[in-house]
T-cell receptor
Framework: DQQVKQNSPSLSVQEGRISILNCDYT??????FLWYKKYPAEGPTFLISISSIKDKNEDGRFTVFLNKSAKHLSLHIVPSQPGDSAVYFC??????????FGTGTSLTVIP | DSGVTQTPKHLITATGQRVTLRCSPRSGDLSVYWYQQSLDQGLQFLIQYYNGEERAKGNILERFSAQQFPDLHSELNLSSLELGDSALYFCASSAQGRSPLNEQFFGPGTRLTVL
């Protein structure tokens, strides 16, 4: 049972525009959410996170929004750059030990 | 470079065989996590160790086992291999047990192919 879902396998965006990556989850008890970025032939790297007590967290060009009532989070990248082209995974955790990852969204930023 | 090393990078073996994947965490990190990524699948959490003790268990098959040694490196043992076990296996480490307070750092992965 996939508790974290990323329904868009891929996304293409023009350089300089906003990229919005979406993630839905089913377990309302999750208390922490994370986004990871993955380049080919490398392991995922941590990007940004948000606690369930917040609805927004910003770090430079990256902002994560959390809508608990909709069990939905999104990652906004503004402005998008070609180097942002990668696979993005969202993840959720309840206890900080076991993590549930989505299937990833492949972002392509077109120069 | 995350500081997490995994060996081997690639592994090709036959059904029914047994393999061992190795992970060395970042210097000082006490927690090690194992994940499996099959084709078109997300990362599936397998198991976590903290300072030598099993901390959390996910979707790990009974044919799979892991351990963390006193020097904090970890091994994932996969036995009676099946074609469906072909996947990328990632190891991650973090400083403490509660990873949201300490982000996970992932290794480059081991690609296992079972023929």
């Amino acid at each position: 049972d996939q508790q974290v879902k990323q329904n868009s396998p891929s996304l293409s965006v023009q350089e300089g525009r906003i990229s919005i990556l979406n993630c839905d989850y089913t377990n309302s008890m999750f208390d922490y959410f994370l986004w990871y970025k993955k380049y080919p032939a490398e392991g995922p790297t941590f990007l940004i996170s948000i606690s369930s007590i917040k609805d927004k967290n910003e770090d430079g060009r990256f902002t994560v929004f959390l809508n608990k009532s909709a069990k939905h989070l999104s990652l906004h990248i503004v402005p998008s750059q070609p180097g942002d082209s990668a696979v993005y995974f969202c993840a959720a955790t309840l206890t900080g030990n076991q993590f549930y990852f989505g299937t990833g969204t492949s972002l392509t930023v077109i120069p | 470079d995350s500081g997490v090393t995994q060996t081997p990078k690639h592994l090709i073996t036959a059904t029914g065989q047994r393999v061992t994947l190795r992970c060395s965490p970042r210097s000082g990190d006490l927690s090690v996590y194992w994940y499996q990524q099959s084709l078109d699948q997300g990362l599936q959490f397998l198991i976590q160790y903290y300072n030598g003790e099993e901390r959390a268990k996910g979707n790990i098959l009974e044919r799979f086992s892991a351990q963390q040694f006193p020097d904090l490196h970890s091994e994932l043992n996969l036995s009676s291999l099946e074609l469906g076990d072909s996947a990328l296996y990632f190891c991650a480490s973090s400083a403490q047990g509660r990873s949201p307070l300490n982000e996970q750092f992932f290794g480059p992965g081991t690609r296992l192919t079972v023929l």
